[in-house]
C-alpha cells in the first residue's frame, strides 16, 4: 500500500476551525493511544457567512431548518436530497441534531420564526437514517 493511502484526510470548516475526518477518522484514538501523532492531509473550505442562514421551525412537527438566502449556487448544489428542502422560495437543510442549533446561533444565525412544513418529518427521519447508517455501518 502506498503512502498516500496510509494518510488520514480532514476537512477544516471555517470560520469554526472545525476539522472533518474523511478518510483516517478511526486512527485517532489509536493515535491518541500510543502518543503519537497523525499526519494528515488537511483540505479548507468555508461556511456562508451567518447573514446569509436563516434558522426556521417547521410546523406541525417542530423541526429545526436552515435557509441559506445567499446567492451562491455552489452552495445550494452540496445539499444531499435527504436533507434538503424549500421553504418560502430558499434551499435549506433540516437540522436532526439541537447541537447544530446552538452551534448556528453562535455563530450567528438568527431564527426567522416558524414555517409550515409538512415534508420535514421525512426529511428529519431521513437524515437521522443517514447518519445512523454512515456512522455504524461502516
Known sequence: MSDSYEVAQYVRVDPFNMYIAIEGKNRVSLFRKFKRSIVARVTMTSYPPAHELRLVKLRPCGVNALLYT???LSVTKRLHAWQAIRVDGHLGAVLPFKESVA???????????????LLAAVRRRKALLTVANDYYVR
Open 70 to 72: 445567499g446567492g451562491r
Open 103 to 117: 452551534v448556528l446561533q453562535e455563530y450567528g444565525v438568527r431564527f426567522a420564526g416558524n414555517r409550515i412544513s
